[in-house]
């Protein structure tokens, strides 16, 4: 994992300057866990602390402090700030794409209600913050490949809307308040541990499906292209997102990226390793989704200001996530 293949510790922060404290918000979902690793392995295991309203698994206890916090309740978000002395605040907490249009009230509390409360306990505090907006911020009136870091987005999901909204209160923050707000487009994260909700679920279900039952039924057509990227590059950009100079950023919201394909190249690779791996296709309401999505990211600007690099291609990707769903879930 990431976690382990850092060179050492504290790679951006030299050995006098104390490690920032912590809070990662929806810390239980896709990405909370794995970052929590990686912040902890840099700054102290400590120094981080892994946030949720769900129940954690002795697993997810195993290597930091672990509390509740729900962030519909801003006394209670103040208090744990106070308590904890925290400086930064990584806001992973959302109802994705598909989830979101199924309970649309619900998806307004959590990630715009939501944003407001940490968005402003952060500039009360002073906090860096970091929300992951996301390619879903795009609509059918964007370019869609390449879709380019500014350009018009109208999403037509209220995941979409939501992120777009959390950029530009982000941005307006900054400019208005001096706020550290930073954020990253991310593209489809795939990793071994399931996401939930999302359009570009699939490309995580198919090694569970593929690898227990070598049979997977796909809700998306075999040429939908997306841009996607592996959990370690995307923490990878975080970290180093979270640590570039001021100086650097020209901008709070940068598009980051690793690779795109389309439902049958990814299988097409898979079957490399697992020749009797049966695809059918049964395509539902994502496929509207993903239809308004872009299909190639340019993250070039990422690239240029703070040096972004992806290390996971397609090939790569397959054979680290068979390994990983091997390992872990068979
Ligand atoms: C989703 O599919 O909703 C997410 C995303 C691309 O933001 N994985």
């Not at 120094?47 to 801003?74: R, T, W, Y």
């Not at 679920?201 to 049979?215: C, M, N, P």
């Not at 690099?309 to 769903?325: A, G, P």
């Amino acid at each position: 994992s990431i976690a382990s293949s850092n060179t050492g510790l504290n790679r951006f922060h030299d050995k006098n300057s104390k490690s920032p404290r912590i809070l990662i918000t929806g810390g239980l979902g896709q990405l909370g866990t794995e970052c929590a690793k990686l912040l902890r392995k840099n700054y102290g295991d400590e120094n981080v602390i892994l946030s949720d309203i769900i129940k954690p698994s002795d697993e997810n206890l195993m290597s930091g402090p672990f509390i509740f916090a729900d962030i519909l309740d801003f006394k209670g978000l103040q208090k744990i700030v106070v308590n904890n002395r925290i400086d930064w605040i990584i806001h992973f907490s959302a109802l994705l794409s598909a989830i979101g249009e199924q309970n649309v009230p619900l998806a307004v509390r959590v990630n715009i209600e939501g944003l407001h409360n940490v968005i402003e306990l952060a500039k009360q505090y002073n906090l860096r913050i970091f929300v992951p907006s996301t390619i879903g911020a795009f609509g059918p009136d964007s370019p869609r490949n390449p879709t380019p870091n500014v350009t018009i987005q109208r999403p037509r999901t209220i995941y979409g809307v939501s992120k777009v909204h959390a950029e530009l209160l982000g941005e307006y923050y900054h400019h208005k308040f001096g706020l550290d707000f930073r954020c990253l487009r991310f593209p489809g994260v795939i990793s071994s541990d399931p996401p939930g909700g999302g359009t570009t679920d699939y490309a995580v279900s198919v090694f569970h499906e593929g690898l227990l039952h070598k049979k997977y039924e796909c809700y998306l057509e075999p040429e939908t292209r997306l841009p996607m990227m592996y959990i370690d590059d995307c923490l990878e950009a975080l970290f180093q997102f979270l640590n570039a100079p001021e100086d650097k950023l020209r901008r709070r919201v940068y598009n980051v990226t690793a690779m795109s394909f389309t439902p049958e190249e990814l299988f097409a690779e898979i079957k490399k390793h697992i020749p009797d791996l049966h695809i059918t296709y049964n395509p539902d309401s994502r496929q509207n989704i993903a239809n308004t999505w872009p299909q190639v990211f340019d993250d070039s600007e990422a690239r240029r200001d703070w040096g972004w690099q992806h290390e996971y291609d397609i090939d790569k990707l397959v054979l680290r996530m068979i390994q990983d769903v091997s390992e872990n879930f068979i």
